[in-house]
């Protein structure tokens, strides 16, 4: 079953290409959606896909790239926006 999950993550996941790889990540599961910085520091993650991939995408975002240091990620289920890629918002 596909879901829409609203992705909070915290930490140093900003200025660590936090976003790009997780576009990269995104687009190896298959998962649409956005990733953007936050003025707060934190990254924002909109992700659509089957539930396992998101469950793979989510345990990534825990890791995030070699120079992130992730401390939390919070998750949400929200209505689906049916994306057609993974991007990232400026």
């Given at each position: 079953?596909?879901?829409?999950?609203?992705?909070?993550v915290y930490g140093?996941?900003?200025?660590?290409?936090?976003?790009?790889?997780?576009?990269?990540?995104?687009?190896?599961?298959?998962?649409?959606?956005?990733?953007?910085?936050?003025?707060?520091?934190?990254?924002?993650?909109?992700?659509?896909?089957?539930?396992?991939?998101?469950?793979?995408?989510?345990s990534w975002c825990?890791?995030?790239?070699?120079?992130?240091?992730?401390?939390?990620?919070?998750?949400e289920e929200t209505?689906?926006?049916?994306?057609?890629?993974?991007?990232?918002?400026?």
């Open positions: 079953m596909i879901k829409h999950l609203n992705i909070y140093r996941v900003q200025g660590v290409f936090y976003r790009a790889s997780a576009m990269e990540a995104a687009d190896k599961l298959g998962i649409k959606g956005f990733a953007r910085n936050e003025k707060d520091g934190t990254v924002y993650i909109e992700a659509e896909g089957e539930e396992d991939d998101l469950r793979e995408f989510i825990y890791k995030g790239p070699a120079r992130a240091s992730v401390e939390r990620v919070a998750t209505p689906m926006k049916n994306y057609t890629k993974f991007t990232i918002d400026r």
